[in-house]
C-alpha cells in the first residue's frame, strides 16, 4: 500500500486570520486554513458561504424550469380531482429518506392512505427502478398518477406501460439519464443541469424535496406544517448517498443536521420524529455530526432491505408519530443491521481466503463467487476488498438463483443505480435462463470507471446498472470465467504500464500532543464533510500503541456481535500523555509492535464522551517513507483566478521547498499547464515533458465553463454559414478556440457539416466553407451530428474530472508513469 501526505501551498496570513474569526478563542486555525486552502476555498466570500449557512442564496425550485411547472401543474390538476397518487421509491436510504419527504411532503395536499400512498421495491425480489408487477397492483387500485423518487430516469417501457393503463408518471431521480426525454408528465433531474449549478449533486432526497418546496410556493395556503420540518431527513439522505456536499446540497445538510440535534435533543415523548430519536439512542449518537449519519442511522436503514428484502417499513419508521409504533420499528431496523454486520464479517472472511488463492500481480479486476455468499452484503465487502486491494472488485452469488433481477448493491453507500435490460441478442439475456444466474456487486477505486468496465461486457450479462465507481450485475454462472478473463483483459489494455496499487492517503500531518477538544472543534469547520471535503485524514509518524484489546461488538440488547473492534491508547515523543483510539474490524495483534506510522480520523464519542481518533491505516515506522518526491514536483493552481498564474509562477520558479525535513531546490523554471486536459493521456505527455526538462509542473487550468454541446453544434453551422456567405477563411485554431473543443471533435463536426451541404477545403493553413443546402443528407446526418454532440459530452466530462479529480491521484499516476 503506497501512502501519500496531501502536498499544499501554506496559505498566507490574512487567510488563516480569517479563519481564526470561525474557530474557538484559543484555537491556531491553523491546520483548518491549510486543509480550506488545500480544497480550493482561497477567498474570504467563498469561505463565509462555505461555513455560515445564513449567508448562503439557496436556489430556488423553479431552476429546474418548464419541468418543475409541469410537475406540479400536475399535481394540482390531481388535488383538484381528487385522483389517488402514489409514490414509488427505491429501497437504499436515500430512496426511503426521499419516499419519507414525499409522504410527509405530499400528505400536507393528498390524504393519506386514501388518496397518497407508497411503494418501495424489495431488494432482493426486484431490482431498482419501476416493474410491470408493481404498476399492475397500482393500476389494480385506481392509482392515475405515480410520482418516483430516486428512481426512474431510464426506465422508458415501464413508464409506457403505466400510461397503457392510464397512470402518469413524474420522475424525480439524480441518477443517468437516457439518451432522449421519457415520455413522462415531466422528469426533475439535476443531471440535466450544468455542472456547476447548485443543484446539480442533489440525491433524490434533495430533488424530493425542491418538488415539495415548489408546491408549497405554489399553493403556500394549505400546508399545516411548514417546509422546514422535511430537512431532517433531507441532511439523512444527502449524507447517507455519499454525494457532493456543496452548493444546495451542503446547504440543506447543514439545515438538516441542525433540526435533527435540535429533535433528539427533545424529551421523547416530544419529539417529531420519534423513529429517528430512538435509531440515535440505539447506535449511541446525538445527531449533531455527519458522523452520525454515515455511520449511525444510513447503514441501519441500509440494512433493512440488505437482509429483509423489504424496507417499506422505514417509511413508517421515519414519519409516524407513534412513539411505541416507532421504538419497535427501530428495534427491527436495528437488529437487521446487526445481523448485517455478523453476516459481512463472515463474507469478509471467506472472500479473504479465496484472495489467498489469486496471483494479485497477474489480476487487474477481482472477480470471486460462491453459492452460499448473501447479496445483501456484497456491496459492502467488494468495497472493502477493492480498498484494501487498490482493484475493481467483483463479488458474485449463486444464492437463491434464477429470479432473473440484480437486487444487490448498485450504489456505493446503498446508492441505487438504474438497471439496464440487455439486448435480447445476448446469450445470457433470455428472461428465462435456464442455467442458473449469479447476481452480485463490484466496486471500484481511484479513477477506474468501473460501469463502463462491465458495461463493455454486456453481452455475457443478464442485467446491469449502477455508477463509475459501483455497479450491479447479474449473468448466467456459466459465463463469469469468461465475463472474468474478458474484463480483465479489458482494464490491462486501458491501464497500459500503470500497476494498481492501494493508495491511502493523509491530509495533514500532527503530534499526539495536537490531539483533542481544540484540534476537533477547529477542523469541525469543514463539517458537513462527503464527497468533494473528505473527512480530514491525520498523519501520526513515530508513534505506538499501548492497552490495547479488542472485543466483540454487543448489539442493544447486551448480546455479543461477529464483529471485532480494537481499543488502544496512541503516544508519541510530542508529549507525555496518551490519546484513545478504536479500529473497527481489526484485532489488536494486527497492531505493529514498536514505533510505527498511522492515518487516522479525529472523532468525538458521544457515548463515552471522549475525544478520540479511528484508525484508518498503520504501519512499522522502518517502512515509513512517505512517497512525496512528485508532490514537489507538482504544484496545484487548479481554478485559481488566473491574475494569480503569472505571480505565482515567478514564486514557483525561485522558492524552496522543504519535504520530509530535506530542503530540496525547486527548479529554475516552471512548466506551467493551462489548458485541462482531456485525458491521462494527454497529462502523462506533460509530465515527462517536466520530467526531461527538470522543470516544476504547474497544474494552473481553471473549471471550463461549458456550453451544452447541442449549442456548439448550432455555433459550429453558425460559423460555417457566416463563412460561405463572406466567402472568408479561418484557421482551424480559431474556430477551435471559439468552440473551445478539442481537433477530434472539430474533425466529427466537418463530418457532420458535410452532411449538411457543406464542403470544407484547405487553404493554406485556413478552411473554406462553401454551403449547398440542396446537397443535404437526412439520413446520415442525424447520426453524425448525435456523434459530435456524443464526442463533446464525453469531452467535457473528462475536462470537468480533470479540474476536480484530487492531486493524490495525479501524483500517483505520475508516480506510476516515472518508473
Not at 474570504?44 to 423553479?62: C, G, R, V
Not at 426512474?152 to 420522475?171: F, H, R
Not at 483510539?581 to 463515552?608: F, M, Q, S, V
Request: proline share 5%; charged share 20%.
Amino acid at each position: 500500500m503506497q501512502w501519500i501526505l496531501t502536498a499544499s501551498e501554506q496559505p498566507p496570513d490574512w487567510f488563516i486570520q480569517v479563519v481564526k474569526n470561525y474557530t474557538p478563542a484559543n484555537s491556531k486555525s491553523i491546520y483548518a486554513a491549510q486543509l480550506l486552502w488545500q480544497r480550493g476555498i482561497k477567498e474570504e466570500s467563498q469561505l463565509a458561504a462555505f461555513i455560515n449557512y445564513k449567508t448562503y442564496q439557496p436556489a430556488s425550485p423553479f431552476e429546474f424550469g418548464q419541468e418543475m411547472q409541469l410537475a406540479v401543474a400536475r399535481l394540482k390538476q390531481a388535488l383538484q380531482a381528487r385522483e389517488k397518487v402514489a409514490i414509488w421509491g427505491d429501497f437504499d436510504a436515500d430512496g426511503i429518506t426521499s419516499t419519507s419527504v414525499l409522504w410527509d411532503g405530499l400528505g400536507q395536499f393528498f390524504p393519506q392512505h386514501q388518496q397518497l400512498d407508497y411503494y418501495i421495491a424489495n431488494r432482493l425480489k426486484e431490482s431498482h427502478g419501476l416493474n410491470e408487477s408493481g404498476i399492475d397492483n397500482l393500476a389494480s387500485k385506481g392509482f392515475t398518477l405515480i410520482v418516483t423518487c430516486d428512481t426512474g430516469s431510464t426506465n422508458i417501457n415501464e413508464i409506457i406501460y403505466a400510461q397503457k393503463l392510464g397512470i402518469d408518471v413524474i420522475v424525480t431521480d439524480h441518477h443517468t439519464l437516457p439518451v432522449e426525454r421519457p415520455p413522462v408528465t415531466a422528469i426533475i433531474n439535476p443531471r440535466y443541469l450544468p455542472n456547476e449549478h447548485p443543484l446539480f449533486h442533489l440525491s433524490g432526497v434533495g430533488v424530493a424535496y425542491k418538488l415539495i418546496e415548489a408546491l408549497y410556493q405554489t399553493l403556500p395556503n394549505i400546508p399545516k406544517h411548514p417546509l422546514e420540518d422535511l430537512l431532517d431527513l433531507v441532511a439523512v439522505g444527502l449524507i447517507a448517498d455519499l454525494v457532493q456536499l456543496s452548493g444546495d446540497c451542503r446547504y440543506l445538510a447543514q439545515l438538516g443536521i441542525q433540526r435533527l440535534q435540535a429533535d433528539f435533543q427533545q424529551p421523547p415523548a416530544a419529539r417529531r420524529r420519534p423513529g429517528v430519536g430512538r435509531l440515535l439512542e440505539l447506535c449511541q449518537r446525538s445527531g449533531d455530526r455527519p458522523t452520525d449519519i454515515s455511520f449511525g442511522l444510513g447503514p441501519r436503514i441500509n440494512a433493512v432491505s440488505r437482509i429483509q428484502g423489504d424496507a417499506s417499513f422505514c417509511v413508517e419508521l421515519l414519519t409516524s408519530r407513534d412513539i411505541n409504533r416507532c421504538h419497535q420499528l427501530a428495534e427491527i431496523t436495528e437488529l437487521a443491521n446487526t445481523r448485517r454486520k455478523s453476516l459481512q464479517k463472515d463474507v469478509q472472511a471467506q472472500v479473504a481466503q479465496k484472495l489467498t488463492q489469486l496471483d494479485l500481480s497477474t489480476t487487474s479486476v477481482i472477480v470471486l463467487e460462491d453459492p452460499q455468499w448473501p447479496v445483501g452484503v456484497l456491496g459492502l465487502v467488494a468495497g472493502q476488498v477493492a480498498q484494501e486491494t487498490g482493484r475493481p472488485t467483483i463479488l458474485l452469488s449463486t444464492e437463491g438463483v434464477g429470479t432473473g433481477e440484480v437486487g444487490g448493491d448498485e450504489g456505493v453507500g446503498g446508492v441505487g443505480g438504474e438497471i439496464t435490460n440487455v439486448s435480447s441478442s445476448s446469450p445470457s439475456s433470455s428472461s428465462s435462463p435456464s442455467s442458473p444466474l449469479a447476481r452480485g456487486s463490484a466496486r471500484s477505486i481511484n479513477s477506474v470507471d468501473l460501469y463502463q468496465l462491465v458495461k463493455n461486457q454486456a453481452h455475457l450479462l443478464h442485467r446491469f446498472g449502477g455508477h463509475p465507481f459501483a455497479a450491479g450485475l447479474s449473468l448466467l454462472a456459466e459465463n463469469i470465467p469468461l465475463f472474468t478473463q474478458a474484463i480483465n483483459q479489458q482494464l490491462r489494455q486501458t491501464l497500459g504500464s500503470v500497476n494498481l496499487t492501494p493508495i491511502v492517503q493523509a491530509d495533514i500531518a500532527v503530534t499526539v500532543a495536537d490531539l483533542g477538544k481544540e484540534l476537533f472543534l477547529e477542523l469541525k469547520l469543514l463539517e458537513p464533510c462527503g464527497m468533494g471535503n473528505p473527512v480530514p485524514k491525520l498523519l501520526i509518524q513515530n508513534c505506538w500503541f499501548e492497552n490495547a484489546w479488542h472485543r466483540n461488538q454487543q448489539d442493544w440488547q447486551g448480546k455479543k456481535v461477529q464483529y471485532i473492534k480494537t481499543e488502544f491508547d496512541i503516544r508519541d515523543d510530542s508529549g507525555k500523555n496518551p490519546f484513545p483510539g478504536i479500529w473497527w474490524g481489526h484485532y489488536k495483534d494486527e497492531l505493529p509492535i514498536g514505533r510505527c506510522d498511522c492515518i487516522a480520523e479525529l472523532d468525538y464519542n458521544t457515548y463515552k464522551k471522549r475525544y478520540e481518533i479511528r484508525l484508518i491505516a498503520v504501519r512499522p515506522n522502518a517502512n515509513s517513507e512517505l512517497k512525496t518526491h512528485h508532490s514537489s514536483h507538482i504544484l496545484d493552481w487548479r481554478n485559481c483566478p488566473d491574475e494569480k498564474h503569472s505571480a505565482r509562477a515567478e514564486r514557483a520558479a525561485s522558492a524552496n521547498t522543504t519535504q520530509n525535513g530535506l530542503n530540496a531546490p525547486l527548479p529554475l523554471t516552471a512548466l506551467i499547464l493551462e489548458e485541462c486536459p482531456t485525458s491521462w493521456d494527454d497529462l502523462r505527455a506533460w509530465w515527462r515533458r517536466s520530467l526531461y526538462n527538470n522543470q516544476q509542473l504547474v497544474l494552473a487550468w481553471s473549471k471550463p465553463q461549458h456550453q451544452p454541446p447541442q449549442e456548439i453544434w448550432f455555433t459550429l453551422v453558425g460559423i460555417a454559414k457566416y463563412l460561405s456567405r463572406t466567402n472568408q477563411l479561418a484557421t482551424r485554431t480559431q474556430i477551435l478556440e471559439k468552440l473551445e473543443i478539442s481537433d477530434r471533435c472539430l474533425l466529427l463536426g466537418i463530418k457532420a457539416l458535410k452532411y449538411w451541404g457543406f464542403t470544407v477545403k484547405r487553404q493554406d493553413r485556413s478552411l473554406q466553407f462553401t454551403w449547398d443546402a440542396g446537397s443535404y443528407k437526412e439520413s446520415n446526418a442525424d447520426a453524425a451530428i448525435a456523434e459530435f454532440v456524443a464526442a463533446v459530452s464525453e469531452e467535457q466530462f473528462q475536462q470537468n474530472y480533470f479540474a476536480e479529480v484530487p492531486l493524490s491521484t495525479i501524483m500517483a499516476i505520475a508516480s506510476y508513469e516515472s518508473r
